[in-house]
Structures are given as structure tokens and as C-alpha cells.
């Protein structure tokens, strides 16, 4: 394909390209290159130096670049590749940008399920560093559209594959704690990992702000019905202006969320309420979002 091409040509050279992954698109750079990683920074409008996600093709790949114990083996053999990231102490000597840790003695990796950033991994021989590509403090995006509405020229090239399947970032774990939740579930950790059951999933990973994931419009949580001026996303028996899900699935409203968020601050009306959804398995995650998105 042309375009993976000519974007794995770009990323040897040092520039940045917006590709998709299993869970959000991302806005990748060489993670070796830390002017490459500024452009990141720069085109996102970050105001503070967030460390990012590196982003590998395969487990002997991570291990190069951090030092896995027992656990980390235990759940990077099971989850990847997949929707899951994992702190880990920095190998030395691995070569990434100390731009990508934010300086950190530790690195957030993980091996992506998705076709298009496994061609562009293989393709560009590099390891990627690739926070999600929106404007700091914007709605993550799940389609390309949202890629180029939110950042325009400052992305040069999009790899447009469609909408992404899990629509959620990625779960974070560092050691036995959830740091952030996401599609692998806590439920899904405890299976492999029995500890981590306990583990809290409302820590905040550090630069995890708490407005991180805010649309532009104020936003209503555990609504049942709209009020006036008010855009209702529905869940299950709630009806609105859109749904998450109607038949109250919560892996579609996972996948769905970041899209009808982008959708009520498109609409008319000026402010936005959103139905309630339980908090069991991928819940967590839509709820730790959606509060996020509230929180202003
Ligand atoms: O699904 C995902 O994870 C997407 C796709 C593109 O892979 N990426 C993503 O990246 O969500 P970003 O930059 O939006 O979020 C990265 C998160 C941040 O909250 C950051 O604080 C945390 O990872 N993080 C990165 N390195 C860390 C470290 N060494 N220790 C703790 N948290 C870290
Ligand atoms: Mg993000």
C-alpha cells in the first residue's frame, strides 16, 4: 500500500503520522528520535511534557527497551498484542527519547492488535512513541475525520483504516495497579492475576489530567432524560438524541463513546447529558471517560 509506505519513509525521517490502533488513532514518531517526539508534542498543543506510550511489534521487541518481571510476562504472554500497556522500568541503555519518559526511570509499552500501526511498526523498523491523536485536552479520536478535524495540517499524513473496534485508550498497569482502565478489563487482569482484583481503578497515571478527555460543551452524568438545550446520549432503555448502545451493550458503547461525544459537540444544542452505564467490565472505563469529560 502507497500510503504505508510513504508514511514509514516519513517516520525515518523524522516526522509524525497519524495512524489507527485497536483502540484510538494515534500520532506516532520515531521514539528514538526526540526531535521527532517535539513534533508530537508541538502538533497536539501539549502545554506540559506528558510521557507517552512506545508502541512495539512484538515481546522481544518491548524487551529491549524495558525490564519485564514474572508478572509482566505473565500478562503480556496473555493480552498482547492488545489493548494493554505496561509501566515497566526502563532498560538501559534502550535508546528512547527522554522526551517520550518526560525523564522517568520507567516506560509505558505495548504491542497494538491493529493491522495498520503493525504494518507501519514493521514497515518503518522502529519503535513508535504515539499518544492519541487530538488537540491537548480534546476528545480522543476513533475515525480518521476526527484525526484531521481536530489537528488539521499540523498532521501531514493520516493512515485512514476506519473506526476503530475498541474505542477506548488502552488499559494501563504498572505493577498490580490499574492506572487507567480501558478494554482490558480488571475483571479480565484478575483472571491471570489474582491480586489484582484489589487493585484500585481510579489512580491517575501521572500528566492524566483530570480534564484530559473534555468536549467542548459542559457535560450532565447519570441523566435519564435531556433538559432544555441539552444533547441526551442515551444507553440501553434510556432514548436520547443519540445511544451509546440501544440494546445496552457495553463493548459498543466502549467503541461508540468518543464518537457520540464528537457528535454532541457538533450538534446545536449547548450542552451535553449522558445516561448512566454500569460500571462492571469495560464500564469502568467508559465511566472513568465520561467523568473525565464532566470534570471542568
Ligand atoms: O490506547 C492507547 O493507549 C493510545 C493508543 C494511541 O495507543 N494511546 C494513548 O496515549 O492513549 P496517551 O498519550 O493519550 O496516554 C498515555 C498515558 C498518559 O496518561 C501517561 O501519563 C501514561 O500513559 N504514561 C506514559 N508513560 C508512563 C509512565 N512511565 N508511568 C506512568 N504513566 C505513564
Ligand atoms: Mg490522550
Given at each position: 500500500?502507497?500510503?504505508?509506505r510513504?508514511?514509514a519513509?516519513?517516520?525515518?525521517?523524522?516526522?509524525i503520522?497519524?495512524?489507527?490502533?485497536e483502540?484510538?488513532?494515534?500520532?506516532?514518531?520515531?521514539?528514538?528520535?526526540s526531535a521527532a517526539?517535539?513534533?508530537?508534542?508541538?502538533a497536539?498543543g501539549r502545554?506540559?511534557?506528558?510521557?507517552?506510550?512506545?508502541?512495539?511489534?512484538?515481546?522481544?521487541?518491548?524487551e529491549?527497551?524495558?525490564?519485564f518481571?514474572?508478572d509482566?510476562?505473565?500478562?503480556?504472554?496473555?493480552?498482547?498484542?492488545g489493548?494493554?500497556?505496561?509501566?515497566?522500568?526502563l532498560?538501559?541503555g534502550a535508546?528512547?527519547?527522554?522526551?517520550?519518559?518526560?525523564g522517568?526511570a520507567?516506560?509505558a509499552?505495548?504491542?497494538p492488535a491493529?493491522r495498520?500501526?503493525?504494518?507501519?511498526?514493521?514497515?518503518a523498523?522502529?519503535?513508535l512513541?504515539?499518544?492519541?491523536?487530538?488537540?491537548?485536552?480534546?476528545?480522543?479520536?476513533?475515525?480518521?475525520?476526527?484525526?484531521?478535524a481536530?489537528?488539521?495540517a499540523a498532521?501531514?499524513?493520516?493512515?485512514?483504516?476506519g473506526a476503530t473496534?475498541?474505542?477506548v485508550?488502552?488499559?494501563?498497569?504498572?505493577g498490580r495497579?490499574?492506572?487507567?482502565?480501558?478494554?482490558?478489563?480488571?475483571?479480565?487482569?484478575?483472571?491471570?492475576?489474582p491480586?489484582?482484583?484489589g487493585a484500585?481503578?481510579?489512580v491517575?497515571?501521572?500528566?492524566?489530567?483530570a480534564?484530559?478527555?473534555?468536549?467542548?460543551?459542559?457535560?450532565?452524568?447519570d441523566?435519564?432524560?435531556?433538559?432544555?438545550?441539552?444533547?441526551?446520549?442515551?444507553?440501553?432503555?434510556?432514548?436520547g438524541d443519540?445511544?451509546l448502545?440501544?440494546?445496552?451493550?457495553p463493548?459498543?458503547?466502549?467503541?461508540?463513546l468518543?464518537?457520540t461525544?464528537?457528535?454532541?459537540?457538533a450538534?446545536?444544542?449547548t450542552?451535553?447529558?449522558?445516561?448512566?452505564?454500569p460500571?462492571?467490565?469495560i464500564?469502568?472505563?467508559?465511566?472513568?471517560?465520561?467523568?473525565?469529560?464532566?470534570?471542568?
Amino acid at each position: 500500500m502507497a500510503a504505508l509506505r510513504e508514511a514509514a519513509t516519513m517516520i525515518r525521517a523524522g516526522g509524525i503520522v497519524a495512524v489507527p490502533t485497536e483502540t484510538v488513532y494515534g500520532l506516532a514518531a520515531d521514539a528514538r528520535d526526540s526531535a521527532a517526539v517535539a513534533r508530537i508534542y508541538a502538533a497536539k498543543g501539549r502545554p506540559d511534557f506528558n510521557p507517552l506510550i512506545v508502541h512495539v511489534t512484538d515481546l522481544a521487541a518491548a524487551e529491549r527497551i524495558a525490564v519485564f518481571d514474572d508478572d509482566a510476562r505473565v500478562l503480556s504472554t496473555r493480552f498482547w498484542p492488545g489493548p494493554l500497556t505496561l509501566v515497566l522500568p526502563l532498560r538501559e541503555g534502550a535508546g528512547i527519547a527522554s522526551l517520550v519518559t518526560a525523564g522517568l526511570a520507567t516506560v509505558a509499552v505495548r504491542v497494538p492488535a491493529h493491522r495498520a500501526m503493525r504494518a507501519l511498526l514493521a514497515e518503518a523498523a522502529a519503535p513508535l512513541a504515539a499518544p492519541s491523536a487530538n488537540a491537548s485536552n480534546g476528545i480522543s479520536p476513533t475515525r480518521a475525520e476526527h484525526v484531521a478535524a481536530s489537528l488539521g495540517a499540523a498532521v501531514p499524513l493520516i493512515l485512514d483504516d476506519g473506526a476503530t473496534t475498541e474505542g477506548v485508550e488502552s488499559t494501563i498497569v504498572a505493577g498490580r495497579t490499574i492506572l487507567r482502565p480501558g478494554p482490558v478489563t480488571a475483571e479480565m487482569l484478575a483472571e491471570v492475576l489474582p491480586v489484582m482484583a484489589g487493585a484500585t481503578a481510579h489512580v491517575s497515571a501521572p500528566g492524566q489530567l483530570a480534564t484530559h478527555y473534555a468536549p467542548a460543551k459542559p457535560l450532565r452524568l447519570d441523566a435519564v432524560s435531556g433538559g432544555a438545550g441539552e444533547w441526551l446520549i442515551g444507553f440501553g432503555a434510556v432514548t436520547g438524541d443519540d445511544t451509546l448502545s440501544a440494546g445496552g451493550d457495553p463493548v459498543e458503547a466502549a467503541a461508540r463513546l468518543f464518537d457520540t461525544l464528537h457528535r454532541a459537540d457538533a450538534s446545536d444544542c449547548t450542552r451535553i447529558a449522558v445516561a448512566p452505564v454500569p460500571e462492571a467490565g469495560i464500564g469502568a472505563a467508559i465511566n472513568d471517560r465520561l467523568r473525565r469529560a464532566a470534570h471542568r
